[in-house]
């Protein structure tokens, strides 16, 4: 396994080795020891996996507030995602900037996305699933977002803004200046 850090040094890619022959692959997409080794100590307590039928279907930016944080690690099994994280700890020097990672079924790759980033992506096939090991449970309590599209982010979306397939609570969120203070660096 390969673990590369990315801009924002907390956010890593992880990619694991693929073993193949005329059968097919093999590849192990988890170890513990690997991970607490090179990105650090953390429990995974749920998997959550996601499918999206329509190309530019956008899901996020969201994460959960303290208590319920939630540490991501992404992969895609089927299709291809830009995969976004955002670090919205104030005080951070890369406060407001992101990382954006292609993940697809065949590149195989993951993106850690730590406690204290919000967490999107976008589909760059059709039929696209993805699948989440996450450090705390869903609260819907601690739920929030952030609006995919705010200017002051800069990301580079693959899809036109109005032609993005979204559900009406991503179309609401706050923007990072209304946003406010959710997490300390």
Known sequence: MNFERTSIADVVVVEP??????????????????????????EFVQDNQSFSAEV????????????????????CIAGAILDVA??????????GAHVAVELT??????LWVPPGFAH?????????????KVTDYYSAEHDRGLLWNDPRLGI?????????????KDKRQPSLADLGSVFTY
């Open 17 to 42: 080795k693929k073993f193949g022959d005329s059968r097919g692959y093999f590849m192990e997409t988890f170890r513990q020891v690997l991970f607490a080794e090179h990105v650090g100590t953390f």
């Open 56 to 75: 530019g279907t956008v899901r996020g930016l969201h994460f959960q507030t303290e208590p319920k944080s939630q540490g991501k690690l992404v992969r």
């Open 86 to 95: 955002v670090d919205i700890r104030s005080g951070s020097p890369t406060y």
């Open 105 to 110: 079924a065949e590149n195989g790759k993951q």
């Open 120 to 132: 999107g992506f976008c589909t760059l096939k059709p039929n696209t699933e993805i699948s989440y």
């Open 156 to 168: 580079d979306w693959p899809v036109d803004v109005e032609k993005a397939a979204l559900s009406d």
